[in-house]
């Protein structure tokens, strides 16, 4: 069974940092692209950033480009995802997932998600 529990959310004034944590288990950080996604609420849930496997190659989207950096540590299951200079509309709860890319859209590769970690940027 694959487990992923993500961490690290809180509450940050606009212009502050969190890294959020993602450790996984069984299979899925093998030989896979991961990424995070973010759902704010009463919108839908839409890809943040993603990284290869190997961690040489990453990919954002254009409104976090510059201010969050995503990086893994295969040897401790983890996913990483620096974010600075939050913004209030960075508000959502974040997921990590394994991803792929089809048609140039990132998609994770399973149906189900975990809990997620909520982030709250205030101005």
């Known amino acids: 069974q694959e487990q992923l529990v993500e961490s690290g959310g809180g509450l940050v004034q606009a212009g502050g940092s969190l890294r959020l944590s993602c450790v996984v288990s069984?299979?899925?950080?093998?030989?896979?692209?991961m990424g995070w996604f973010r759902q704010a609420p009463g919108k839908e849930r839409d890809f943040v950033a993603a990284?290869?496997?190997?961690?040489?190659?990453?990919w954002y989207v254009d409104s976090v480009k510059g201010r969050f950096a995503i990086s893994r540590d295969n040897a401790k299951s983890t996913v990483y995802l620096q974010m600075n200079v939050l913004k209030p509309e960075d508000t959502a709860v974040y997921y990590c997932?394994?991803?792929?890319?089809?048609?140039?859209?990132?998609?994770?590769?399973?149906?189900?998600w975990g809990q997620g970690t909520q982030v709250t940027v205030s101005s």
């Open positions: 997932a394994a991803v792929y890319r089809y048609n140039n859209v990132w998609r994770a590769q399973y149906d189900y």
């Open positions: 069984g299979n899925t950080l093998s030989n896979r692209a």
């Open positions: 990284i290869s496997y190997s961690g040489t190659t990453s």
